[in-house]
């Protein structure tokens, strides 16, 4: 089956510190993925859209200068969180999405992000 | 707005047991609903995926049925086991764009 990772698998860094978050799809090139975020015995918040060789499409409330998001290849895209404070501690996890013989989206592991 | 209510929100059974997830959605209009299964700390795993022509989805314990019209989502486990112990969440989605909109999932402990 496909096969979504993502690295770090965790991550703690200091307040005002910049994070980046790779999701890489292995066997199969992914048109579109998207970033979530789900806080704590929560349940999953699209973040972005991103789709390969053209801007990320944000969700109503994410801050785009803070989560920045590229998706130079049709395997990798990368989550940045810039400026990082304790509030954007979350659970963060992409999906991969072939686009064209199959409705279904494969997720990565997730990234554990804690900020001090 | 797009509302996706998953009850009940945590459940615990002995093994052998056969069980009922309910999902209900506000917007009927939608293109296809997913079940995932979720355990903790990690990613998700899809179960099962009902396109929205369509009124059940099975896959070996696992059956998923759809409702579109009551907006309704029912994920039934046979036989259940520890194994399935995990937190199950269901998603809609609602056109092309294939964004997922998830609700708040069931937490499924099974006891030996």
């Known amino acids: 089956g496909a096969v979504v990772s993502q690295h770090p698998s965790w991550v703690i860094c200091k307040s005002g510190t910049s994070v980046k978050i790779e999701c890489r799809s292995l066997d199969f090139q992914a048109t579109t993925m998207f970033w979530y975020r789900q806080f704590p015995k929560q349940s999953l918040m699209l973040m972005a859209t991103s789709n390969e060789g053209s801007k990320a499409t944000y969700e109503q409330g994410v801050e785009k200068d803070k989560f920045l998001i590229n998706h130079a290849s049709l395997t990798l895209s990368t989550l940045t969180v810039t400026s990082a404070h304790p509030e954007d501690s979350s659970f963060y996890i992409c999906?991969?999405?072939?686009?064209?013989?199959?409705?279904?989206?494969?997720f990565g592991p997730g990234t554990r992000l804690t900020v001090l | 707005k797009q509302e996706v209510t998953q009850i009940p929100a945590a459940l615990s059974v002995p093994e052998g047991e056969n069980l009922v997830l309910n999902c209900s959605f506000t917007?009927?209009?939608?293109?296809?609903l997913q079940w995932f299964r979720q355990d903790p700390g990690k990613g998700l795993t899809s179960l099962l995926l009902?396109?929205?022509?369509?009124r059940e989805q099975t896959s070996g314990r696992l059956n998923a049925s759809l409702d579109k019209s009551s907006g309704r989502s029912t994920l039934y486990i046979a036989a259940s086991q520890p194994g399935d112990s995990a937190t199950y969440l269901c998603?809609?989605?609602?056109?092309?764009?294939?964004?997922?909109?998830f609700g708040s999932g069931t937490r499924l402990l099974v006891r030996p």
């Open positions: 999906s991969a999405w072939e686009g064209r013989s199959t409705d279904t989206q494969y």
């Open positions: 009902i396109q929205s022509s369509q």
């Open positions: 917007d009927s209009a939608i293109y296809n």
């Open positions: 998603a809609v989605v609602m056109d092309s764009s294939y964004k997922l909109i």
